[in-house]
């Protein structure tokens, strides 16, 4: 069946399925051809874009991709059981809103109980990470964090908000290190990953965000490369005005250290050796393109109470 015939039976399979049971004789909801656009979603969920975009990049919401495509650039659509799911979870949508729900510094730190300062520590030395970022109109990072994750981590690990800090995250902050740009890294590799089966948008997820002479060395095939830049995803949501927002925005984007470009550049080699063995490319064709067909990432500190005394170098 075709894309656009599986969009037109879902969406009318939304709209009779999301108030209840689909009518005798249809498909189950959540069968793999019963799934809906996410503008129809929306709709159906009473959700604005960014409520539901950041749903499925933080896993509240399933999405499925309907067939292969360069850059994610034909959408994603959302199984028809999800809607019916959601629509009779207790307290929805206030729940769901809840649970994407973003926060500032500020507003963070009064969540947790603590100061300012504190905050900005604990966030420096790994704690908890960043979803989101934007830039201010002096080109300076405003990192944005999940309220549900704050509250865990004030639930989970009080000793991280009285008293003397620990001992590693002292050490880091000593140290002068920052590992909010990794932590929002690697969440985003690890949103793309999770939501591709094809090994080609996995390795150029790792790929995106190692500098161009690291990516050269790993890859030494320019055909590779290519189809690695041809599947690069977008990581971002803003739009750089200025030379100097570009830059802040390319630093961001880049692995930094050691340790952490040797991490993205061991998942690329990974998922380069599956995409290899499962779809090999082949020459270029007459035309200059080359033939292929069409699709985890973690390495954030532990904040636990019992591992924090291990420090971690960028």
């Known amino acids: 069946m075709s894309v656009g015939v599986v969009w037109k039976t879902a969406a009318g399979a939304a709209a009779r399925s999301v108030p209840g049971s689909p009518p005798a004789g249809e498909p189950p909801a959540g069968s793999p051809r019963e799934a809906v656009s996410m503008a129809a979603a ?19 919401i ?3 991709t309907p067939t292969p495509s360069v850059r994610g650039r034909r959408g994603r659509l959302i199984p028809v059981a999800e809607l019916v799911r959601l629509r009779t979870e207790e307290g929805f949508p206030a729940t769901l809103r809840e649970r994407t729900r973003l926060v500032g ?3 963070g730190a009064d969540l947790m109980g603590i100061s300012r300062a504190r905050f900005a520590r604990l966030a420096r030395a790994g704690c908890f990470g ?7 109109r002096y080109r300076a990072v405003i990192w944005f964090y999940r309220a549900t994750e704050l509250r865990e981590v004030a ?3 009080p000793a991280l908000l009285r008293g003397p800090l620990p001992e590693g995250v002292r050490r880091l902050v000593e140290q002068g290190e920052d590992w909010r740009p990794r932590h929002w890294r690697n969440r985003r590799i690890a949103h793309v990953t999770r939501h591709t089966a094809d090994p080609w948008a996995a390795a150029a997820a790792h790929a995106a965000v190692l500098a161009p002479k690291v990516l050269a060395e790993a890859v030494p095939d320019p055909l590779e490369r290519a189809r690695l830049a041809e599947l690069r995803p977008e990581l971002v949501t803003v739009r750089p005005d200025s030379p100097q927002a570009r830059r ?3 630093g961001l984007l880049t692995a930094d250290g050691e340790e952490e470009t040797l991490w993205h550049r061991l998942g690329l080699t990974l998922a380069l050796g599956t995409a290899r063995s499962a779809r090999p490319l082949t020459s270029r064709t007459e035309d200059g393109s080359g033939s292929a067909p069409q699709s985890t990432a973690r390495n954030n500190p ?3 109470t019992e591992a924090i005394n291990r420090p971690h170098r960028s």
Do not use: D, I, M
């Not at 960043?130 to 201010?136: D, H, V, Y």
């Open 130 to 136: 960043p979803a989101r970022f934007s830039l201010n």
């Open 248 to 250: 802040v925005v390319r």
């Open 155 to 157: 639930e989970h690990q």
């Open 105 to 107: 510094a500020g507003e």
């Open 302 to 304: 532990s904040c636990t």
């Open 62 to 64: 399933e999405a499925v």
């Open 42 to 60: 929306r709709r159906a969920l009473g959700l604005k874009p960014r409520e539901l975009e950041l749903a499925v990049e933080f896993g509240e």
